[in-house]
Structure formats: structure tokens, C-alpha cells
């Protein structure tokens, strides 16, 4: 076995679903290319990228092992994600603003026109006056009638630093 052998032994729990995915896990060292091929279209119900390395494609099964058992991503996480995949695209591949990160349960107030206003940020979008919205900005257009960015409109802060790439080592920096 190489240096990325997994080992059921290195896991800290033991339930019996655990066990099981540990031997399965276990087992994918044993498995040929062509086996492993088949196991991802099984459980990601498409075929692997032509020339994925065998560690990377033991990794990506063993991934979905265990979030079937533990779980996957909050909804939280797959909101950002899906942002940060659509401004790539959008961006043709250039590099992008990671945007803002507000913690579910946090309240946002502004006062406007002499009116305080409330938002709760919940695991998916925000609640305001009762209903949730999927951006602050269609709850900054419901509060002033025009449109606006919301986060501005609610005084949220971007991370200011910079990630500047080095190209003549392609190592970035912040």
C-alpha cells in the first residue's frame, strides 16, 4: 500500500453503518480502475472525468460513503458554493470576490425614513417581517421602493484584503 492508503482503523467512531463504510473504504484500495469507474457512476450518477487519478477518484467515492452516513453540506455552504460557481462563470475563470459571510441567526437592522427595520439570516436566505427572501437586496428594494444592493443598504462590510497571484510561481498571497 502507498503513503494514501485509508485505514478503518484511523477512524475515531464505530457504530455498525460506520464499520460498514469503513470496510468499503478499505476496500476501494483493492478495487481495479474499471471497478472504481463503475462505483462513481453509481453513486454520482455520471461518468468520471476521463483522466481522473485513481487516488482522487478513491477519495471522491470515500467522500460519498460518508456523507451518506454523516451528511453533506449545509444549505448554507451550498448556497456560497453555487454563488462562487456562478461568478466564475460569469467571470470567464477570473479570479473572485468571495463575498459576504453572515452566520444564520444573525440580525441585520437599518432605519430608514425614521422606521427601524429587522432581518434574520436564516440557513437558507432571510426573514423579514415573517417571510424569507433569497437576497438582501429584494428586501432593500421592498423597504425603499427601488433597487438597491442590499448588503450596502444594510451597512455589511466586504473583507477589504486582496489575494494577489504570483505568476512566476503561481503561489497566492494574502
Known amino acids: 500500500m502507498n503513503n494514501t492508503a485509508i485505514k478503518a482503523n484511523d477512524w475515531p467512531h464505530s457504530t455498525a453503518n460506520e464499520q460498514a ?3 468499503k473504504i478499505t476496500a476501494l484500495q483493492q478495487m481495479t480502475s474499471a471497478a472504481l469507474k463503475i462505483e462513481w457512476e453509481t453513486l454520482y450518477h455520471s461518468q468520471p472525468p476521463p483522466s481522473i487519478h485513481r487516488v482522487l477518484l478513491m477519495q471522491a467515492i470515500s467522500f460519498k460513503y460518508q456523507e451518506g452516513l ?3 453540506l449545509s444549505p448554507v455552504m451550498k448556497r456560497k ?6 461568478q466564475l462563470e460569469n467571470n ?4 473572485f470576490d468571495p463575498g459576504i459571510n453572515l452566520k444564520s ?3 441585520l437592522i437599518r432605519e430608514w425614513h425614521g422606521k427601524s427595520y429587522s432581518v434574520t439570516v436564516l440557513e437558507e436566505g432571510f426573514d423579514f417581517n415573517g417571510q424569507t427572501y433569497s437576497s438582501l437586496s429584494k428586501i432593500a428594494k421592498k423597504i425603499t421602493g427601488t433597487t438597491w444592493s442590499g448588503p450596502r443598504f444594510f451597512g455589511i462590510q466586504r473583507n477589504t484584503k486582496k489575494i494577489s497571484q504570483t505568476p512566476e510561481k503561481g503561489v497566492c498571497h494574502e
Open 21 to 23: 463504510i469503513k470496510v
Open 81 to 86: 458554493l453555487k454563488g462562487l460557481a456562478t
Open 92 to 95: 470567464n475563470l477570473q479570479p
Open 70 to 72: 454523516f451528511g453533506g
Open 105 to 107: 441567526g444573525a440580525r
